[in-house]
Every structure is written in structure tokens, then in C-alpha cells.
């Protein structure tokens, strides 16, 4: 069972760079989110999505974009990047809005230098 | 008040002990509650689910009131295995509390 999966695990942007973390879940969860988690810290969302076609703003979503073509993809945009988007990014994904659990992804650790 | 507040920690306790933290949430209307792992590194995993008054699943016991918003997690006979984060959630829009790291010594 893969879950929830993201690409890359890793990555190293430059400041002004752009580039997209990838998420996919396989268990037809209509529920995705995205988390930022910076050391010692806990989860922040960012954006999430009730479905196809829907997305909404989370906490913290300056310096993101999402979108949510498929049930299955819900890819996280970072535009212009920043040090401060360096951090570990989870997706998630679950069956109900917030009803039942949340299965995580493993996580995108992102540096900007 | 912050959505979700939960015990700053560290909590460093001996092998065996009982600990128990706590989460405060500032939502009346919330309706089901979580507790989270997370191990250093990786992904949080759920742990315990509470929907109504509480959740027990053998040294685990989670707590919730609603009179003074909170929800607590009981854990007893501490294991060296026990070492993470614990993380809270809630039902609205899946926001998580910042978490409260544990260390079980031997």
C-alpha cells in the first residue's frame, strides 16, 4: 500500500527560484493538506482541499500556490522562494475533514540558500 | 488565545513512570479530537482518536473536557520506545498543536 506519496524527499533551491512538491495519494481520500514544519515546531497547514476542483487557504499560505486537478494529486507550489520557506513540507490526506485520521506523507526537507 | 496550546515540554522521565500531557483547544464547537506521533524525522502517525469522553488502548489513555476545553494523554509504564512528539489535533480544519516532545531514560 503506497499511501500517500511526495517528491522529491529532498531538495536545495536557490532565493528567487520556483519548483513544485509533488503529492499523490492512492486510497481515494477526497481530503489533502499540506503542512509546513519548521525545526522543534509543530504542523502548519498551508492549504488544503475538500476535492477536485477545491482548495482553500490554511494558516500560512503567503509564497504558496495549490491545486487540486485530480482526487488523487495535489501539488504545492513555491513561488519566488525564500529562506523562510526552508522547512520539512508534509501532504495529507484523509477520508472525512478532520473526522477521521490523517495518513502523512514522508515529508519534502526543502533548504533555500 | 492560540487554536490548539499544548504543554511546551520537554518531559524527561525514567523508564516506568507515568506521564500525561495536555492540549487546550479554544473551539467549543470542535467534536473530535486527535493524538498524533512523531518520531524524530519522520511523519506523524496517528495514536489515539477521541470522539467522546475518552479513549483508553492499553497504557494509552486519552481524556477529553469539554467543560474546560482540553484533552489530555495518560501514558503509564513508560517505555524507552515512548520517545517522540506528541502532537494534538482537531476535528475543524485538521490544525495541530506545536507539540510536546517526550524522553523516557533509562
Known amino acids: 500500500n503506497a499511501g500517500v506519496t511526495q517528491t522529491p524527499k529532498f531538495h536545495i533551491l536557490k532565493i528567487g527560484q520556483s519548483m513544485t512538491l509533488q503529492c499523490t495519494q492512492d486510497?481515494?481520500?477526497?481530503?489533502m493538506y499540506w503542512y509546513r514544519q519548521d525545526p522543534g515546531m509543530g504542523l502548519k497547514l498551508i492549504y488544503y482541499s475538500v476535492g477536485a476542483g477545491i482548495t482553500d487557504k490554511g494558516e500560512v499560505p503567503n509564497g504558496y500556490n495549490v491545486s487540486r486537478s485530480t482526487t488523487e494529486d495535489f501539488p504545492l507550489r513555491l513561488e519566488l522562494a525564500a529562506p523562510s520557506q526552508t522547512s520539512v513540507y508534509f501532504c495529507?490526506?484523509?477520508?472525512?475533514?478532520?473526522?477521521?485520521?490523517?495518513?502523512f506523507g514522508q515529508g519534502t526537507r526543502l533548504t533555500v540558500v | 488565545r492560540k487554536e490548539v496550546e499544548q504543554d511546551p515540554g520537554p518531559f524527561n522521565v525514567p523508564e516506568g513512570a507515568t506521564v500525561a500531557f495536555n492540549c487546550t483547544y479554544s473551539n467549543s464547537a470542535s467534536q473530535s479530537f486527535f493524538w498524533y506521533r512523531q518520531d524524530c524525522r519522520k511523519e506523524p502517525k496517528l495514536l489515539m482518536s477521541v470522539y467522546s469522553s475518552g479513549n483508553e488502548d492499553g497504557r494509552f489513555t486519552a481524556q477529553l473536557n469539554r467543560a474546560s476545553q482540553y484533552i489530555s494523554l495518560l501514558i503509564r509504564d513508560s517505555k524507552l520506545s515512548d520517545s517522540a512528539t506528541y502532537l494534538c489535533?482537531?476535528?475543524?480544519?485538521?490544525?495541530f498543536g506545536a507539540g510536546t516532545r517526550l524522553t523516557v531514560k533509562p
Open positions: 489535533a482537531l476535528d475543524n480544519d485538521m490544525r
Open positions: 486510497m481515494n481520500h477526497n481530503y
Open positions: 495529507a490526506s484523509s477520508y472525512g475533514l478532520g473526522i477521521t485520521e490523517a495518513f
